[in-house]
Structures are given as structure tokens and as C-alpha cells.
Nanobody, 116 residues
């Protein structure tokens, strides 16, 4: 089992910044990647960014490239999502993800609201 605890969401004006954090506990050694997904009302959950735990390879959704940055602190088993130049269309519930093949674990979600 892996437990994920997210923090850092909130309300921000367009053009502003937020940083999300996700702390993992439990079967840490089994995690091969961590990342963030988001889901806006009436839409499907979509990948935002992911980072591998070994090597640190990253992948981003086209819509956030150049604005968002994912990083990790392996010593603290924590992943961060730095979100800059936020847009109203970034408004969504953001979910932390941990890949433990063949399973996936999810955080409880944190709301990000960007006002225009």
C-alpha cells in the first residue's frame, strides 16, 4: 500500500503561481513514477505531469509545458508541482498519482481555482 497526502491548492488570480506537494508513505521502494492528474467539472481526468523515481525523466501535458514544473525530493518521498502563469482553464481538482505496477495509487485531491 502507498498513501499520498497532497497540499498546496487554493484560489489564485490568473497569471499567479501555486506549488502543490505530495508526500508518499508506505511501500515507497515500489513506486516507479509519481505525478499529477487533474479533473475539471464535466471533464475526464487528464495527465498534467509525471516524473520517474529513478532517473527523474519527466513528461508534461502540452497545455502546461513551459508553465508547470514537476520535481521530486527522494529523501522526503515528496513530489512537487510548481505552477506558474496560471490560467482560468487550469481550474480543476488536482490528484497526486503513484505508479506501483500493476497498480496505481491516488491522493484525495486538492482544488486549484484560477480567477480571471
Amino acid at each position: 500500500q502507498v498513501q499520498l497526502v497532497e497540499s498546496g491548492g487554493g484560489l489564485v488570480q490568473a497569471g499567479g503561481s501555486l506549488r502543490l506537494s505530495c508526500a508518499a508513505s508506505g511501500r515507497i521502494s515500489s513506486i516507479n513514477a509519481m505525478g499529477w492528474y487533474r479533473q475539471a467539472p464535466g471533464k475526464q481526468r487528464e495527465l498534467v505531469a509525471v516524473i520517474t523515481t529513478s532517473g527523474g525523466s519527466t513528461n508534461y501535458a502540452d497545455s502546461v509545458k513551459g508553465r508547470f514544473s514537476i520535481s521530486r525530493d527522494n529523501a522526503k518521498n515528496t513530489v512537487f508541482l510548481q505552477m506558474n502563469s496560471l490560467k482560468p482553464e487550469d481550474t480543476a481538482a488536482y490528484y497526486c498519482y503513484a505508479g506501483v505496477p500493476p497498480s496505481a495509487y491516488w491522493g484525495q485531491g486538492t482544488q486549484v481555482t484560477v480567477s480571471s
